[in-house]
């Protein structure tokens, strides 16, 4: 059984345009190279043949993934969240205790991370140690380069 794959709306919508592209664009490419590496001949020698299965191969198992992911996908209903505790899809501001620096992060689902948009994954350390605080909590969070003292500011969406 394949893991539940929790996602936002849109999430999914970018799962099934993935889905689209790799069985409707990419697959009937890879295909016209096999062909044409099999006109070539011999098939025993053929490096463009080798090449073309192979890429075959990995698209295909790209495409199970894909569908494994669509297939098991959870839409995380937002109007069920609250403000109260920090969950997923919530917006949290933290202060850096030691370098009072300002922090902003929403966490969202795994697939869904974007560190350029501020959108970090439920799964990262700093997402597990923030999990169910509350505003005002302070929580002390390891990370590879040693452990960071937060306090969350707010808690919204």
């Known amino acids: 059984m394949s893991e539940i794959v929790y996602v936002t709306k849109e999430g999914l919508e970018s799962l099934k345009q993935e889905l689209e592209q790799l069985m409707t664009v990419e697959r009937p490419s890879i295909s016209q190279q096999i062909a044409e590496a099999r006109d070539k001949g011999d098939l025993s020698?053929?490096?463009?043949?080798?090449?073309?299965?192979?890429?075959?191969?990995?698209?295909?198992?790209?495409?199970?993934?894909?569908?494994?992911?669509?297939?098991?996908?959870?839409?995380?209903?937002?109007?069920?969240?609250?403000?109260?505790?920090?969950?997923?899809m919530n917006k949290v501001k933290l202060k850096n205790l030691k370098t009072k620096k300002v922090l902003e992060y929403t966490l969202v689902p795994i697939n869904e991370t974007n560190v350029r948009e501020g959108?970090?994954?439920?799964?990262?350390?700093?997402?597990?140690?923030?999990?169910?605080?509350k505003v005002g909590d302070t929580t002390k969070i390891k990370i590879p380069t040693g452990e960071i003292e937060f306090q969350v500011m707010e808690i919204g969406f």
């Open 45 to 88: 020698e053929n490096a463009e043949y080798d090449a073309a299965k192979e890429a075959q191969g990995m698209l295909e198992m790209k495409i199970a993934q894909v569908q494994d992911k669509v297939r098991n996908a959870r839409i995380i209903d937002e109007s069920q969240l609250g403000t109260d505790i920090i969950t997923i």
């Open 119 to 133: 959108k970090i994954s439920v799964k990262t350390p700093i997402a597990k140690g923030l999990l169910g605080k």
